[in-house]
């Protein structure tokens, strides 16, 4: 059983039962003129989170470990937009309105895409979820269940929003979460570093937290073994 260096302690991963979960890697949080930028944000930031993610992946795939995206974003007729979440922050560009890479967070148009660098294989199923939570009116749960999955690998933007919320909700449904600091992002450096010490203060109250590249040993030591 690979032992990955973490805190507060030691991950003990499972990879029969531990899928890797990307969240929200999508043009119009990484990318100019996308929602991320429409909020007063320099996407910029979250650019660092990129590589590692690109090499965990890699060795998620060679390993044959179960791989998930997610995107957050909503149906064209914006039904399953909550009107707070629209008027929230008074953007002068709100979801469904046409910015540089179409209708922001909207489903279909191109900033929803995952960006190129990160493009899903065939076969890794993408969940689309209309809230920060990747459990909030999905079937995340459900694609967890059917593989035995009990153990998530956590990347993706942004470390205090869509990253904790998700993890949050997995732990409440009896996940082992281990969040990878250098595969998570925020626009706010200062709500990285709090995002992260939050899930692993207390013994680990959601979970753990580590490096890619301990994962990647781990997994690469089992696929060559
Ligand atoms: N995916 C995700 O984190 N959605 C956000 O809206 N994040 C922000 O930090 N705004």
Excluded at 53 to 73: M, S, Y
Excluded at 129 to 139: N, R
Aim: charged letters at 25%.
């Amino acid at each position: 059983m690979p032992l990955i260096e973490a805190e507060p302690y030691p991950f003990e991963l499972m990879p029969q039962c531990a899928a890797l979960l990307i969240i929200d890697m999508q043009r119009d949080f990484l990318e100019p003129g996308g929602f991320g930028e429409s909020l007063g944000n320099d996407v910029g930031l979250l650019r660092r989170t990129i590589a590692p993610i690109q090499a965990v992946l890699a060795a998620a795939r060679d390993a044959g470990l179960t791989i998930i995206h997610t995107r957050e974003g909503h149906r064209p007729d914006l039904a399953d937009l909550p009107a707070a979440k629209k008027a929230r922050g008074k953007p002068a560009l709100a979801i469904g309105d046409r910015g540089a890479m179409g209708r922001l967070l909207v489903r279909g148009e191109p900033g929803h895409d995952i960006i190129p660098e990160l493009r899903p294989l065939p076969g890794e199923p993408i969940v689309d979820k209309p809230g920060k939570g990747a459990f909030y009116a999905t079937d995340l749960e459900a694609i967890l269940r059917n593989r035995s999955i009990r153990q998530l690998i956590v990347c993706g933007v942004t470390t205090e929003v869509c990253v904790n919320t998700s993890v949050r909700e997995a732990n409440d449904r009896g996940y082992d979460c281990l969040v990878l600091a250098d595969c998570v992002g925020s626009y706010f450096p200062e709500f990285h570093q709090a995002g992260l010490a939050m899930i692993k203060a207390q013994g680990g109250i959601f979970g753990w937290v580590g490096r890619s590249q301990a994962v990647i040993a781990a997994l690469t030591e089992r696929s060559t073994r």
